[in-house]
Nanobody, 124 residues
């Protein structure tokens, strides 16, 4: 069992930056693939970024490459999402998720555990 708690969301102007954190409970955090998803009002939850258990491989939605960076610190049971050059269309609730090694990283259904989400609002 893994419990996930996101933090770091807030209101930022376009062009600004935010760093989201996701703290995980449980001793098996380092064995999980971790992902970030986001959901805007009236839209489906969509993949943003993922990182493998060692932190050696990262994956991004094409639209976010170059602006978002995912990282993890297994000693702290925490995964991060650094978001730069934010745009109003990045406004969404951002969710952290954990899933087994080897999953299809972009698929919501592949992740077993989810956080409660943190709101990110980008003003123009």
């Amino acid at each position: 069992q893994v419990q996930l708690v996101e933090s770091g969301g807030g209101l930022v102007q376009a062009g600004g930056s935010l760093r989201l954190s996701c703290a995980a409970s449980g001793r098996t955090f380092s064995t999980y693939t971790m992902g970030w998803f986001r959901q805007a009002p009236g839209k489906e939850r969509e993949f943003a970024a993922a990182i493998n258990w060692r932190g050696s491989s990262t994956y991004y939605a094409d639209s976010l490459k170059g602006r978002f960076t995912i990282s993890r610190d297994n000693a702290k049971n925490t995964v991060y999402l650094q978001m730069n050059s934010l745009k109003p269309e990045d406004t969404a609730v951002y969710y952290c998720a954990a899933g087994p090694h080897g999953l299809q990283y972009g698929a919501v259904r592949e992740y077993n555990y989810w956080g409660q989400g943190t709101q990110v609002t980008v003003s123009s």
